[in-house]
């Protein structure tokens, strides 16, 4: 491909602002030495003779305030003209920082490029005009070439998968290029188990697509024509040829959609497909399966722009800057459309590797490296949101104590939770499925084998667990109207979760699990149709009055004392938790999981709020959690300690068990004046 002529060529305007950087920046202190730059419809309409640096700028400029800037300079209308200007300060890597007014409307960064070694000088090479040209196959070969030689961590992590890989069921045959015009649909069970094959994730969308049916299995196994694939998978096909494969594997297509059994059984092993994968191609930008991979774009407006500069003070020693744009480094990844899918979560964790089509560039993702096509050996650019795999895939570090490595494992689990439930599923049923092969990866890294897995919870440290919250609570009366999981389970809402809410609380247990059961569907990691626990605590119940907001109530009255307390912070599972009736009091249960008492801070309990289900004796639904961080209407002294609350606590609970209510609400009452209940 001919190199674009205008590559690297920047106007006089940016070539006499950009030789005076190391005066502007004082030898890397601190500027804000703020000079004139361009009038603004100057960069953002004609951008300067085709300037690869006013070009850069100007893509880079969010939509909406390009169309304002361009309002406020219509010579028609404009009453101010004020022109853009430059703003210098230190590093590394050092920035200019483009404005018109506070604050900046975007940032470049810029280093000298004697500063990189000559092997990772790759990303100062022009991106090709389109994601489907041969030049961006090249660098997804070299990535991949790389990964296989090059990186330790990836390497040892396919040697231990050789040892128990599987194929998938089935897979789609392509053919050399030259038969590149048929596809056909294939039994993995005669071929070998080293194959190498790649994955698809993408949307499905509202566009109708051929899908595998038990009618057209037949015919897709004898062959079909290339052109009855919709744009996205298409597209994979070719790309899976350009890389020297000869399978493919496509969820609608190598899975029977009309059949249950079919369906339930490859989910089974959905983490097992995407794991042994070769490689997994990710449409990440396509709204549905019409898509595509592949887009055209302006090179230059994603390219870092290499700049010779010739200090006269040097005697015009000519000297090289790479500019590259601050917003470059945060990738499209997580607010494109297939990030907003729910199943993707275990298909990007779990694949080994990950080619990323957005609309402005293609990323890669691996065990090692992160990186983008303008910046092959990830050098200048970071990409915080592709770092999920690397947390995801680091090794426990085998020193540590056994309860430690548990810890690591569950702070993965956490990290992995808080993504997936923020995502979509078209099917509710889907929750505790679509993550099952996350889950039973967590598993086979836990240390300790008698470690359970509860639809969606460990039993390592349960009860601690029990107390995750909902961050945008849903209407109540969007519940789910079929069940999913046990109330105490995350998966039975809807909504993103934080499975560690007010970390910087770090308690003693005062409620204890005595018996936890859940009843898998399909396997330990899938769905489930029930589950319980029986869990011993202090329980009391407490008055509130109609809900003014959805977090919190003004007082909440404590029966069994007959005081008012204003200290407690109430987190419901719905906005409206469904428990008034209108202008009426209601009765909830606060049952106490956790207690301290910091040096420096006041005592705390955190703990449920429950509801009785009316099914059975003793018999709850949870209905939320609470934080109470002082108490102070209960305890009367000013500096309390945790046994402090405790015993009040208990002495409430006692109270409480003393009432004409109590046989109905409890399974037993233990002599310390603790409870124990069933939450369901």
């Known amino acids: 491909m001919a190199q674009d002529p205008r590559f690297n060529r920047v106007c006089d305007n940016c070539y006499g602002l950009l030789a005076n950087i190391e005066g502007m920046t004082d030898k890397g202190k601190y500027s804000r030495t703020s000079i004139p730059y361009h009038e603004v419809r100057t960069l953002l309409c004609n951008r300067s003779d085709d300037c690869h640096l006013c070009t850069l700028i100007a893509a880079t400029i969010a939509p909406p305030i390009k169309a304002l800037l361009l309002r406020e300079t219509d010579p028609k209308t404009a009453v101010d003209s004020q ?101 056909k649909l294939c039994s993995s069970t005669p071929l070998d188990s080293s194959v190498r094959y790649a994955t698809l994730s993408h949307v499905w969308g509202t566009s109708r697509h051929l899908i595998l049916t038990s009618e057209n299995e037949e015919e897709l196994h004898r062959g079909i024509c290339v052109t009855r694939l919709p744009g996205t998978f298409r597209h994979a096909v070719e790309l899976t040829q350009r890389l020297s494969l000869q399978y493919l594997w496509i969820d609608s297509l190598c ?46 407006e994603i390219t870092p722009c290499v700049v010779h500069i010739r200090f ?6 000519d000297e090289r800057y790479v500019f590259w744009a601050e917003d470059q480094e945060k990738t499209p990844i997580a607010d494109d459309p297939l990030n907003k899918r729910a199943w993707v979560l275990q298909e990007r964790l779990l694949a080994p590797r990950t080619v990323h089509f957005t609309r402005p560039k293609i990323f890669w993702e691996c ?29 426990l570090p085998k020193h540590l104590p056994l309860a430690e490595q548990s810890a690591e494992c569950l702070e ?87 499975l560690d809410p007010d970390r910087s609380y770090v308690g003693q247990q005062i409620a204890f699990i005595q018996e936890a059961i859940t009843s898998p569907i399909n396997g330990p990691f899938g769905a489930v149709d029930g589950g319980y626990i029986h869990i011993k605590g202090p329980l009391c119940p407490a008055v509130l009055p109609c809900p003014t907001s959805t977090f919190s109530t003004p007082s909440i009255h404590l029966e069994s004392t007959n005081k008012d307390i204003t200290t407690l912070k109430l987190m419901f599972d719905y906005s409206d938790p469904g428990l008034y009736e209108s202008g009426r009091t209601c009765t909830i249960y606060l049952l106490g999981v956790e207690s301290n008492d910091h040096e420096f801070r006041a005592s ?77």
Not at 83 to 93: I, K
Not at 312 to 317: H, I, K, L, S, Y
Not at 425 to 434: F, N, R, V
Not at 437 to 444: D, E, F, P, Q, R
């Open 83 to 183: 022109d853009f200007t430059l703003e210098y300060s230190g590093g590394p890597p050092q920035k200019i920082m483009v404005a018109r007014s506070s604050p900046a409307i975007m940032t470049l960064r810029y280093m000298q490029l004697k500063d990189l070694t000559a092997f990772n000088k790759r990303f100062i090479t022009p991106a090709a005009p389109d994601t489907k040209s041969a030049e961006s196959s090249q660098i997804i070969r070299t990535w991949i070439h790389e990964c296989l030689n090059g990186h330790p961590e990836c390497i040892a992590i396919q040697s231990a998968r050789k040892k128990t890989r599987s194929l998938p069921t089935r897979l789609v045959h392509i053919g050399p290029p030259q038969e590149s015009s048929r596809i």
């Open 255 to 300: 899975i029977v959609q009309d059949s249950p059994s079919d369906w339930e059984r490859e989910c089974k092993i959905m983490g097992d497909i995407y794991s042994n994968a070769f490689i997994n191609i990710a449409a990440s930008a396509a709204t549905d399966s019409d898509g595509g991979l592949f887009g055209s774009r302006d090179p230059l």
């Open 312 to 317: 006269a003070e040097r005697g015009c020693q």
């Open 367 to 395: 065990k090692s490296l992160l990186a983008s096509e303008t910046d092959a050996c990830r050098l200048v650019e970071y990409h915080q949101d592709l770092s999920i795999t690397q947390r995801w895939n680091a090794p």
């Open 412 to 498: 993965k689990w956490k990290n992995a939770v808080s993504l997936y439930s923020s995502a979509n599923l078209t099917y509710q049923s889907d929750k505790l499925i679509a993550i099952s092969g996350v889950a039973k990866h967590i598993y086979s890294l836990w240390p300790d084998s008698t470690t359970k897995y509860l639809a969606g919870i460990w039993s390592y440290n349960l009860v601690t667990s029990l107390l995750w919250s909902i961050l945008e609570p849903t209407d109540y009366s969007l519940r789910l109207k079929n069940y999913r999981a046990p109330s105490w389970s995350w998966a039975a809402v809807n909504g993103e979760i934080c």
């Open 604 to 680: 705390y309990i955190r703990g449920l709020i429950l509801e009785p289900s009316g099914d059975q004796r003793g018999q709850y639904v949870r209905r939320g959690c609470f934080l109470d961080a002082a108490l102070k209407d209960v305890v009367e002294q000013s500096h309390h300690s945790a046994s402090a609350h405790l015993t009040k606590m208990c002495q409430l609970s006692l109270a409480f068990k003393e009432s004409r209510l109590a046989d109905f609400l409890f399974l037993e009452c233990h002599d310390d004046s603790m409870f124990t209940i069933k939450i369901i």
